[in-house]
């Protein structure tokens, strides 16, 4: 009875322990020649999920932007890439990771049109915003499409085709098999954000058009119509994934890049969009290394643990400009930068800060928005 009673008063010390907040590291819970400052409080450099410190390991179950029907998305903070080297691997010295892993702006380098191609407006900013900036200073050419507008409900809809987009921006086949197209009016506007926060990247940032049929209707873009299920909506099979293939495809073969970015395998955190893209991307540009030349990689937060990193690129190089950029372009993503904004918490799709709590799981610093001075990305082919 008694040592139930000293186990149950533990319990409480412990619980108690983990409602304080943020602890601070001492300099001597590190190991010699890792970037990271003495005394900085939790949640302020790259990645900052730390095994039996915040938490080991977190399951989501019935994740909204997954297959359904239980699907689950892993996050494992225990099994990363660096294995026995845990989180630490993301805060090291640029020398020291040179030693292990190829340096991506000699891959830039070596590129004279680099595409990169993503599911979302933002996506492209989080996952290799630094490599964009750093290509565009180094005068490459570059091209970046988004597959989807980003239409999110959140200005509602209209049952009207817009005249300038000629169709509709919006569908989805709703789990009960019932099939949604409208005009989203926030699809409307993301790719002008999109086009302006590019701006601060020195690129242009554009939304694929993608014809297609469905419930009778024309449609002349990719918007995930909320509740959608996905599965059923871009699964193997589906008009909508065959005309994502179709228009990647298209775009691929007219600009023959040398070099394309996407999204790694487990699509950052279960994302199923993301997933397909990084799927149909491989089967592409596999056909397309028949006719010319083309190294695929994909970006790398950790949550992709199928995936294995290969090269880094330090957006601290050349005094820092490619991190600055970035930075910027961050702060002119509308819909989740907002001044003062506290992203140090766990990423959670149900939250309603869900477009801005997650960017601290990219490594951005949970108030300013500062992005890791890394970026890490896996050569697939």
């Known amino acids: 009875m008694k040592r139930n009673t000293i186990l149950f008063l533990l319990l409480i010390c412990t619980c108690t322990q983990a409602q304080e907040g943020p602890r601070t590291f001492d300099s001597e819970m590190f190991m010699p020649g890792y970037d990271i400052p003495a005394g900085v409080p939790h949640g302020t450099w790259d990645f900052d999920e730390w095994p039996g410190i915040d938490h080991d390991v977190v399951y989501v179950r019935d994740f909204m932007y997954g297959e359904g029907d239980g699907d689950k998305i892993k996050i494992d903070y225990r099994q990363n890439t660096f294995a026995a080297d845990a989180h630490m691997g993301y805060l090291r010295r640029p020398e020291t990771l040179a030693r292990r892993f190829g340096n991506m702006e000699d891959v830039i380098q070596r590129s004279s049109t680099i595409m990169v191609l993503m599911a979302h407006p933002d996506d492209e900013v989080l996952l290799a915003g630094g490599l964009l900036a750093t290509a565009a200073m180094r005068k490459k050419a570059v091209r970046v499409y988004l597959v989807s507008n980003g239409a999110d409900a959140s200005m509602g809809f209209s049952d009207e085709v817009h005249p300038s987009l000629g169709g509709y921006n919006c569908a989805g086949v709703m789990p009960d098999g019932s099939v949604r197209v409208a005009t989203d009016l926030m699809g409307r506007r993301k790719p002008n954000i999109a086009r302006s926060y590019g701006q601060a990247l020195g690129v242009d940032i554009s939304v694929l058009s993608i014809r297609y049929e469905l419930a009778g209707r024309q449609l002349v873009q990719i918007g995930e119509y909320m509740g959608l299920d996905f599965k059923k909506s871009f699964g193997p099979g589906t008009v909508m994934r065959k005309a994502i293939r179709r228009s990647m495809h298209e775009v691929i073969m007219r600009d023959r890049p040398d070099l394309i970015i996407t999204h790694g395998m487990e699509g950052e955190y ?101 992005p890791p001075r890394y970026e890490y990305f896996q050569h697939v082919y």
């Open 270 to 370: 279960g994302n199923y969009l993301h997933r397909t893209l990084s799927q149909l991307i491989r089967e592409i540009v596999k056909e397309a290394n028949r006719d010319f030349k083309c190294q695929l990689f994909t970006g790398y937060p950790e949550y992709n643990y199928s995936d294995r990193i290969t090269h880094f690129l330090d957006l601290e190089a050349s005094g820092g400009e490619a991190r600055r950029r970035k930075h910027q372009a961050f702060k002119g993503i509308k819909y989740i930068y907002k001044p003062g904004n506290d992203y140090d918490k766990p990423w959670n799709p149900n939250d309603e800060l869900m477009n801005g709590v997650f960017v601290k799981d990219y490594g951005y610093t949970p108030v300013e928005g500062k």
